[in-house]
Each structure stands twice: as structure tokens, then as C-alpha cells.
């Protein structure tokens, strides 16, 4: 009777050690991954000036410098989709007219696109472009052509017209 506290302290040790083998295995496994840049933009303020009630304005690279090249787009890849939104809606109390024209200026050889084709028209009423595929990498730069039309104010009013230009890969 003695001897049987001894045993089976000696069989609770053999699998206290058989238990501890088991839960003491442990391993890792790491996972990396580097994101890629697909697009560089580069943007150019501009001032447009004075316009007075009723007055309706055509403004180009040949009046307004900084509209000529006003977005500057480099792509790592083919078919990156710009894409371009503005608060334009909100500018309908002071204009009648605001409309923005976005032209090639420059573009890589190759693909579908021409220089000088319209690949946007921005307005109070379609403030935002769908996507626009740049179809081949490399840089793209694009100009911006503005009408505006006043209407009247009660005192001089300042307005800043804000556009978001965003490119995402397919």
C-alpha cells in the first residue's frame, strides 16, 4: 500500500513530461509584400482673375500659363484609370456657366489616345469624369480649357473651385 502514492507519482512525472513535449512545439511563418506606386500626380494652381456680372470668359494655356499642363500623371503600368472630381455643383449660385475641358498635352507613344483630345468635361451639372484610361506607361500631361459665365452678385465675391484628380490600377 505504501508504494502505490511512490507509482503513481512516478506515472503523474512520465506524463506531466509527455504533455509538456507536446504543448512546447511552436513555429512561425512570416508573409511580405511591397506595394507599388502605380501613379505620380503633379498639379498647377491657377488664378483666373476677374470676371464681372454677366461676363462670360474662354480661358487656355495661351491667357492663363498655369493651364497648360495643369496635370502632370506618370504611370508605372499600363491602363491606370484616371479619374477627376470637382465641387463644381457647388459654384451654381455665382455661375451660369463653369465648365472645364481636360485635353492631352503629352502622352507616351502608342496606345489609343491623340494629342489634344478631350478626355474630360467637368460642369455644375457633371461636376465628376468617369474613367479615363491611360492606356500605355509612361507620362501624361494634360491642359485645361475653363468658360465661365457670372451671374449677378449683391458685392464682390471670390471663388475657389477645387478639383481631385486620383488614379487607380485595374
Known sequence: MKSIPGILLILLSISI?????????????????????????????????????????????SNVTNLGAAISLTTTKANVYMHLSSDLASQSTY????TIVVKIATKPSGGSHSVGEAVATLSLGSPNSGA??????????????VTTTAKAVSGDQATTVTITVTAEST
Open 17 to 61: 513530461a509527455t504533455v509538456s513535449a507536446f504543448v512546447y512545439e511552436s513555429s512561425q511563418q512570416q508573409v511580405t509584400q511591397t506595394i507599388k506606386e502605380i501613379a505620380t500626380v503633379t498639379l498647377k494652381n491657377t488664378a483666373l482673375g476677374n470676371l464681372e456680372e454677366g461676363q462670360t470668359l474662354f480661358y487656355t494655356q
Open 95 to 98: 455661375y451660369s456657366t463653369f
Open 132 to 145: 479615363i484610361d491611360l492606356d500605355v506607361l509612361g507620362s501624361w500631361t494634360f491642359d485645361l480649357e
